[in-house]
């Protein structure tokens, strides 16, 4: 089974910066998605940010302009990094990729925490 290794969460204060980085295991081949959730406490899990190969990126309405989403399919890699970071941020942050061979595998990381806080 594969597995999404993630790291660089932490702490960070208001408007600060962080990033975090995912890696598959290993190589996954036919990477149609790679991407960002995260789940604040009491609330529902959201996408951040999703890099489909054929199309390009996409960012919620809350993190435009403030984080980048960078993926390498051929090394089974994504991040994300993260400008300005505000309160509102604070969350787990979870890796997700998917290929797509006849069917659809998808692939989700353990989760980091990330806390902006003063």
């Known amino acids: 089974q594969v597995q999404l290794l993630e790291s660089g969460g932490g702490l960070a204060q208001p408007g600060g910066s962080l990033t975090l980085s995912c890696k598959a295991s290993?190589?996954?081949?036919?990477?149609?998605?790679m991407a960002w959730y995260r789940q604040a406490p009491g609330k529902e899990r959201e996408l951040v940010a999703s890099?489909?190969?054929?199309?390009?990126?996409k960012y919620a309405d809350s993190v435009k302009g403030r984080f980048i989403i960078s993926g390498d399919d051929l090394q089974s890699t994504v991040s994300l990094q993260m400008n300005n970071l505000k309160p509102e941020d604070t969350a787990v942050y979870y890796c997700?990729?998917?290929?797509?061979?006849?069917?659809?595998?998808?692939?989700w990381g353990q989760g980091t925490q990330v806390t902006v806080s003063t």
């Open positions: 997700y990729m998917n290929t797509w061979v006849r069917i659809i595998q998808e692939h």
């Open positions: 290993e190589r996954l081949f036919s990477i149609n998605t």
């Open positions: 890099y489909v190969i054929s199309t390009g990126t």
